[in-house]
């Protein structure tokens, strides 16, 4: 095993003495006429990480995938901007300063002086000058300036309402924080519902452009792009308006399917509705309030899901405005306040789970959609609960929900559906009954948070004149950092802290009292990206010159689970800022990639609170970075789950043991490949040949002698191979392609075992230390420690370090093999080889393997089965 404790330590404080990570100050923007060749910015980020702990392998997979593009396209001489920080709000950094009895102040930050640490002793290639730390006075005093520019637009806002509650951590959360299971997404408890006053930022007025502007989002993952689609959720329908004769009033119902409304027999309302207590009549109150506790006790997901549904009468009735029939008000818990307009008028005829509410409770079904092609089987003459309607289907074991022809519905009768809907939707509007609506699923964004460990919110409570922003000059509201108790209470512990909450109104100068609720750790996170490029201004969050140079982000790398989370908050708060003119885009990342997960040996997600992480210290110090993130980019895709073991650590040493005996072996033995060694290229034949000796760019003109051409050809094809599946983050295969080249390496320095003085010799020697120089120079992106030692053995540091080198570009020319030797099996097991011109038809193949010398023998005059050709590789006689 080579000693790859002191390589790596040698180039690791190398990198770092000579500042190699630094950001280049000589940058343009992509899109400008001049930004072309070395002057090309690009701006490559990793998801920050949050500092609960010291990272993980799971961050060391994120951050990994992210240093070996960073690596590649530095090398293809682009001025990359590649920044690192630290998301050290929030609970997941409270959380664990609780458990450990610790300031959370105190806890982060020793955390991020271990992380960073670790970070560095990975190599991996951040600019450390622009690190930055959320919860600091000089990033959070920023915050606070962004939440007061939305309130100022009026996006920010404060409400009563109801909102979801984890009872373990104490603290509402935003719905994109509540888990497909109805649990908080950091500690998996299950989420109810409060009525509190809150801050929110209203990104639904953002909904539309959010929803337009994935089609910007070309080079985002689809899986992605679907999900926020879903999110938003827009749903364009009808608002109708049923009146309730015993209040004098009306309520307003949502749907997408106004052809059915003369198919109403119920309308379903949700529990938190406001009209609720009003519609009940005395003799339901009871079973009315013992319904909805109890309803106000499942969580979303639960009130959602598929299946059997329930609810209450209220006694009462409205109106349909359509055919003056009386309805049915029924309490339903699958019907959500925020939803529409809270309000679901039942169909049971043409909805499943309409059909199954009113079979359940006994309520009429009424046919007003036939099929085009047949009836469906009813009879007439029925009343129930004092509501008359003339049909009942017999037969229907489910509701009807394609589209059709309208009967039983006044004038629209023999309407198809499709037709029925715009002529019921412009008659409710003529007559003023309704009107076209468009509702969306995504809800403002709750930015409030009991909790202390968050930046404070900037506003100032006066009984004279309300709500009063701090003002910009005197920001950062500093968090207390010496404080009573910071366990959560069910109310921020901030209320206590007299010396912050106590002030003077800016206004009138009564006194007053601060917010003491801090704001969602994701809107720290939603800004972040732009604070790298001017991570030191103190007289502003960025600069927008600065800004406009590197972002848009070209390639943003982190995991999937953000997607109706920081993916969406990011795009709003930069939709935000380019609405107040601090931006010149609006869309802040041109790129997305999503990393898997990584899995223990048995199959399991790595986490913290399972116990079953592996530590990259511990990995640095048994194996070595460079085996470590081999051994994790060969496992799998860098988009799929990775199954972490020792077997693959195992593998990923005894490759770079290979090729550390093959690169010093070479480098002893082999001097460096000169012109003289190679022939010439006739003028015209494979174009440019300009570059230095050393250059992948030499054109050859290669003799046919043993396995030269195939080796020339094979470094091209494996150039050509890795340059593009490093440009999709398609690490496995690259180094699939790596290890293949150095197989016919080893295959070609056999052939030297016999010097000779000839010119084939000489040059099938010259084309093997360049063979040699090719492979270091495409692992380095995956090995830099060991490639830059073995680079540095070649004679190839000329420069100050192989990223300094240019990134090889293969010649077409040479993709393709004028001869191949083709391996000949006889039931599988290879018997003879036969080297044929790369055109020769299948059929010429199979006669010329029939008539090889050993093939003749073993045979024995007997007749094939069959005969497999598998192009450029071998062919296989079954007998």
């Avoid at 393709?816 to 044929?836: F, P, Y």
Wanted: aromatic letters at 10%; a positive charge; proline letters at 6%.
């Amino acid at each position: 095993m080579y000693d790859f404790k002191s390589i790596e330590a040698k180039w690791r404080e190398y990198w770092e003495k000579e500042n190699i990570y630094r950001t280049p100050p000589d940058v343009t923007s992509g899109d400008s006429p001049e930004s072309v060749g070395a002057k090309e910015k690009f701006y490559l980020l990793e998801m920050f990480a949050y500092p609960s702990g010291d990272i993980h392998i799971g961050h060391f997979r994120n951050y990994a995938i992210g240093d070996a593009y960073y690596r590649y396209k530095r090398m293809t001489g682009a001025k990359i901007l590649h920044p690192f920080g630290w998301d050290a709000f929030g609970l997941p950094a409270e959380e664990a300063a609780i458990k450990h009895k610790q300031h959370p102040r105190d806890w982060t930050l020793n955390n991020i002086n271990i992380s960073r640490t670790t970070l560095k002793n990975l190599s991996i290639s951040y600019d450390w000058e622009r690190e930055i730390t959320t919860c600091l006075p000089d990033y959070y005093k920023w915050t606070q300036w962004l939440f007061l520019q939305l309130y100022k637009k009026g996006l920010a806002y404060q409400s009563d309402s109801p909102v979801n509650w984890c009872p373990s951590c104490k603290t509402v959360l935003a719905n994109e924080q509540v888990s497909a299971l109805g649990t908080c997404w950091r500690c998996e408890t299950a989420v109810t519902k409060r009525n509190l006053k809150q801050w929110f930022f209203r990104i639904t007025a953002y909904a539309q452009r959010l929803l337009d502007d994935i089609a910007k989002l070309q080079h985002w993952p689809e899986n992605i792009k679907a999900m926020q689609r879903n999110w938003i959720g827009r749903s364009e329908g009808t608002e109708i308006n049923f009146q309730i004769p015993n209040l004098k009033s009306q309520i307003s119902v949502f749907t997408t399917r106004p052809d059915t409304i003369y198919g109403v027999t119920f309308i379903a309302i949700a529990p938190e509705h406001p009209l609720v207590k009003d519609l009940t009549l005395p003799q339901y109150k009871k079973q009315v309030d013992d319904y909805i506790n109890k309803a106000v006790g499942k969580s979303e997901i639960e009130r959602s899901a598929v299946g059997e549904k329930d609810g209450v009468f209220t006694g009462s009735f409205a109106t349909n405005p359509l055919s003056g029939e009386k309805v049915q008000l029924w309490i339903a818990d699958y019907v959500l306040l925020h939803y529409g307009t809270g309000v679901v008028m039942g169909v049971p005829a043409h909805d499943q789970r309409d059909f199954l509410f009113a079979k359940k409770y006994n309520i009429p079904i009424r046919v007003v959609i036939s099929p085009r092609d047949k009836d469906i089987p009813a009879k007439a003459g029925w009343e129930r609960n004092g509501i008359v309607g003339p049909l009942i289907p017999e037969t229907m074991s489910e509701a009807y929900v394609d589209e059709g022809i309208m009967t039983n519905s006044g004038p629209f009768n023999g309407l198809p559906s499709g037709e029925g809907i715009k002529k019921v939707t412009e008659y409710v509007q003529m007559h003023k009954m309704g009107e076209s609506k468009v509702y969306y699923r995504i809800k403002d964004w709750l930015i409030s948070r009991q909790r202390y460990w968050g930046a404070p919110i900037p506003m100032i409570h006066c009984p004279k004149c309300g709500v009063v922003p701090v003002k910009e000059s005197d920001l950062p509201v500093l968090l207390p950092e010496k404080i009573k108790d910071f366990i959560p209470k069910g109310r921020s512990p901030l209320s206590d802290e007299s010396s912050f909450i106590n002030v003077k109104c800016y206004k009138c100068g009564t006194p007053a009292l601060r917010d003491a609720d801090t704001m969602d750790t994701f809107v720290c996170s939603s800004w972040y990206h732009l604070r790298y490029v001017d991570a030191h201004n103190d007289k502003e969050p960025f600069s927008k010159s600065s800004v406009n140079k590197y972002l848009p982000i070209d390639l943003y790398i982190g995991g999937s689970e953000h997607a109706c989370g920081h993916l969406i908050y990011f795009r709003f708060i930069t939709k935000v800022l380019y609405d107040i003119g601090c931006l010149d885009f609006d869309e802040p990342a041109i790129r997305l990639f999503n990393h898997g997960m990584v899995l223990d040996e048995k199959g399991k997600v790595m986490s913290k609170s399972k116990g079953n992480v592996v530590s990259p210290a511990q990995l640095i110090d048994q194996h070595g970075v460079d085996v470590g993130r081999v051994a994790m980019f060969f496992a799998a895709p860098s988009e799929g789950e990775m199954l972490w073991s020792n077997k693959g650590l195992l593998g990923a040493r005894r490759f770079l043991n290979r090729v550390y005996q093959l690169v010093t072996e070479i480098s002893q033995k082999t001097p460096v490949c000169r012109p003289e060694h190679l022939p010439t290229v006739p003028a015209g034949k494979t174009g440019d040949t300009s570059g230095e000796d050393n250059s992948a760019e030499t054109r050859l003109l290669v003799p046919r002698i043993g396995g030269m051409d195939e080796l020339y050809s094979k470094m091209h094809r494996t150039i050509k191979q890795v340059t593009e599946d490093i440009e999709v983050l398609h690490y496995n295969t690259a180094l699939s392609a790596i290890m293949e080249l150095i197989n016919n390496i080893f295959e070609v320095k056999n052939l030297l075992k016999h010097p000779t003085r000839s010119a084939d010799y000489k040059a099938l020697q010259g084309v093997l230390r360049k063979a040699v120089d090719i492979t270091v120079l495409l692992l380095s992106p995956f090995a830099p420690h060991l490639c830059e030692e073995l680079w540095s053995r070649l004679g190839g540091n000329k420069k100050k370090s192989i990223l300094l080198e240019k990134w090889l570009s293969h010649n077409p020319s040479a993709l393709k093999l004028k001869q191949v030797e083709l391996a000949i099996q006889i039931n599988g097991k290879v018997r003879s080889r036969i080297t044929l011109p790369t055109e020769t038809p299948e059929d010429e193949i199979k006669q010329l393997v029939l008539k090889d010398d050993k093939v003749k023998v073993l045979l024995q005059g007997k007749t094939p089965k069959k005969i497999i050709v598998i192009p450029t590789r071998l062919v296989n006689i079954v007998v």
